[in-house]
């Protein structure tokens, strides 16, 4: 199931339908452009940002005819209507010729717990590639994989690797590697920039800690000292192995992003 069918409604088009009727092939398609955001102490986290890498998305695959007015208080609307307190909000827009369609449904979130913001995470590597890795595009390929090697193993996340066994990003989240107290994380053109990953980047220049762009291999896992990965549902969440290399977890370093 990727889509909560514990509310009541979804939102189509800004009209509120019953949870029912929602069309199973949204979530279950590939090449559509969309967007997931965390719904917490009654705001959406970064709803601007969210909106603005949505239409530069659509820039980046040839479309700049996008109207994403009304999509706001679509999404207000839906949170009122099933009285969501916490969740994660997935915004699907499809065109259809011209004719634009707005999908707004709530999916399972899956929020870290206090352990593993102390503890860490394992990973698994998962050999991807996304075809336009800027761009927020479904890819059911990549993603059903990686949900299988996720609950029949029993980690957090996977970490794509690319045909030059270099690490870009995970399947839902953006990766961090730090070495002699030194930043390194894939270039953007290599990945999908988070907005997270964005506020981590920010926070590095303001501390003025160096950041070197450069996806790691690998080969040389065991050459880092801490990583972490960013994202909408674990914002800064610290690793503690990928695949048999472990990691030390460092709560002090990654608290600055806080």
Same mark, same amino acid.
């Given at each position: 199931?990727?889509?909560?069918?514990?509310?009541?409604?979804?939102?189509?088009?800004?009209?509120?339908?019953?949870?029912?009727?929602?069309?199973?092939?949204?979530?279950?398609?590939?090449?559509?452009?969309?967007?997931?955001?965390?719904?917490?102490? =009654?705001?959406?986290?970064?709803?601007? !940002? #969210?909106? $603005?890498?949505?239409?530069?998305?659509?820039? @980046?695959?040839?479309?700049? &005819?996008?109207?994403?007015?009304?999509?706001?208080?679509?999404?207000?609307?839906?949170?009122?209507?099933?009285?969501?307190?916490?969740?994660?909000?997935?915004?699907?827009?499809?065109?259809?010729?011209?004719?634009?369609?707005?999908?707004?449904?709530?999916?399972?979130?899956?929020?870290?717990?206090?352990?593993?913001?102390?503890?860490?995470?394992?990973? =698994?590597?998962?050999?991807?590639?996304? !075809? #336009?890795? $800027?761009?927020?595009?479904?890819?059911?390929? @990549?993603?059903?994989?990686? &949900?299988?090697?996720?609950?029949?193993?029993?980690?957090?996340?996977?970490?794509?690797?690319?045909?030059?066994?270099?690490?870009?990003?995970?399947?839902?989240?953006?990766?961090?590697?730090?070495?002699?107290?030194?930043?390194?994380?894939?270039?953007?053109?290599?990945?999908?920039?988070?907005?997270?990953?964005?506020?981590?980047?920010?926070?590095?220049?303001?501390?003025?800690?160096?950041?070197?762009?450069?996806?790691?291999?690998?080969?040389?896992?065991?050459?880092?000292?801490?990583?972490?990965?960013?994202?909408?549902?674990?914002?800064?969440?610290?690793?503690?192995?990928?695949?048999?290399?472990?990691?030390?977890?460092?709560?002090?370093?990654?608290?600055?992003?806080?």
């Amino acid at each position: 199931m990727k889509y909560r069918n514990d509310v009541s409604y979804f939102s189509f088009n800004g009209k509120l339908e019953p949870i029912n009727n929602f069309p199973v092939d949204v979530v279950r398609s590939s090449g559509f452009v969309y967007e997931v955001i965390k719904y917490i102490n =009654n705001d959406f986290l970064y709803f601007e !940002e #969210h909106i $603005n890498r949505m239409l530069n998305s659509f820039r @980046i695959i040839g479309n700049s &005819n996008v109207n994403t007015t009304t999509i706001e208080s679509s999404a207000l609307k839906l949170v009122e209507a099933n009285d969501i307190k916490i969740g994660n909000l997935k915004i699907v827009v499809l065109f259809e010729g011209e004719l634009q369609k707005n999908y707004l449904f709530f999916i399972p979130h899956r929020f870290p717990n206090p352990s593993q913001y102390n503890n860490g995470v394992s990973v =698994n590597l998962q050999f991807a590639i996304r !075809e #336009h890795p $800027n761009a927020k595009i479904a890819n059911w390929e @990549i993603r059903d994989k990686a &949900n299988r090697i996720i609950d029949k193993t029993d980690i957090y996340e996977t970490l794509l690797v690319n045909e030059n066994n270099v690490i870009t990003e995970g399947s839902r989240s953006n990766v961090f590697f730090v070495k002699d107290g030194l930043f390194y994380t894939a270039p953007s053109k290599c990945v999908l920039a988070g907005i997270t990953r964005q506020k981590v980047i920010e926070q590095l220049k303001t501390q003025e800690i160096e950041l070197i762009y450069k996806a790691v291999s690998t080969a040389d896992l065991d050459k880092y000292d801490h990583c972490f990965i960013t994202g909408t549902s674990p914002d800064v969440l610290p690793i503690n192995r990928i695949e048999s290399v472990a990691y030390e977890v460092n709560v002090g370093l990654l608290s600055m992003f806080n």
